[in-house]
């Protein structure tokens, strides 16, 4: 089945900086999407990325569809107290099982004053 | 908010015991999606439906089955729960069974004792 590794499992930030985070896929993926998930609460779709090469931006946050269309990028600048949560990167294949979202472990972030 | 609802909140129960939870998706969606979310499995899609046909499968035991009914709200089964059965199951909802933007609701935390 499809694997998906996301990076870094953990961030500990400086209220203010930039982050970066990072997934890779074993196989290929016609579509990725960005999701934040806040304790006890539902993941919310942040970003969604449809083509290789694809940059997308929503207000701080800004995604990139990777050129071998196995990866993707998330970047949050100037981070503020409530980006804290985890973030999650999910893949989508073009057929079979592989037209479900797969889902990275995900990267919890902790934003300190 | 999302627009999907998921009852109960939370659910506490024996091992053995057979539950139901229940999802109500965006006004206008077609399609529901079931996920497991456990700390060591991360989000594991188990089940789709749409407009109250089953469209995929994922990593859903025997144990556990569900269903889409006409006004398309959704339940999830799950009988002779054990301990490992314990976790966050999410419901998500798309417009259309081959949306790739899913939208998660708040959750049902399930605890088996």
């Known amino acids: 089945g499809q694997q998906l590794n996301q990076s870094p499992q953990s961030m500990f930030i400086q209220e203010g900086e930039d982050v970066s985070m990072n997934c890779t896929s074993s196989?290929?993926?016609?579509?990725w999407l960005w999701y934040k998930q806040d304790p006890g609460e539902g993941p919310v779709l942040l970003i969604a990325?449809?083509?290789?090469?694809e940059l997308t931006s929503n207000g701080r946050l800004t995604a990139q569809f990777g050129i071998t269309r196995k990866d993707s990028f998330l970047n949050i600048s100037a981070s503020i107290p409530s980006d804290v949560g985890i973030y999650f990167c999910?893949?989508?294949?073009?057929?079979?099982?592989?037209?479900?979202?797969?889902f990275g472990s995900g990267t919890q972030l902790t934003v300190l004053p | 908010d999302s627009g999907v609802t998921q009852t109960p909140k939370h659910l506490i129960t024996a091992t053995g015991q057979r539950v139901t939870l229940r999802c109500s998706p965006r006004?206008?969606?077609?399609?529901v999606y079931w996920y497991q979310q456990s700390l060591d499995q991360g989000l594991q899609f188990l089940i789709q439906?749409?407009?109250?046909?089953?469209?995929a499968k994922g990593n859903i035991l025997e144990r556990f089955s569900a269903q889409q009914f006409p006004d398309l709200h959704s339940e999830l089964n799950l009988s002779s729960l054990e301990l490992g059965d314990s976790a966050l199951y999410f419901c998500?909802?798309?417009?259309?069974?081959?949306?790739?933007?899913?939208?998660f609701g708040p959750g049902t935390r399930l605890t088996v004792l």
């Open positions: 998500a909802s798309s417009v259309t069974g081959t949306d790739y933007e899913q939208f």
């Open positions: 196989s290929i993926f016609n579509t």
């Open positions: 990325l449809y083509k290789a090469g």
């Open positions: 999910a893949g989508r294949g073009s057929s079979g099982s592989a037209r479900q979202l797969t």
């Open positions: 006004s206008g969606d077609l399609s």
């Open positions: 439906y749409y407009n109250g046909e089953e469209r």
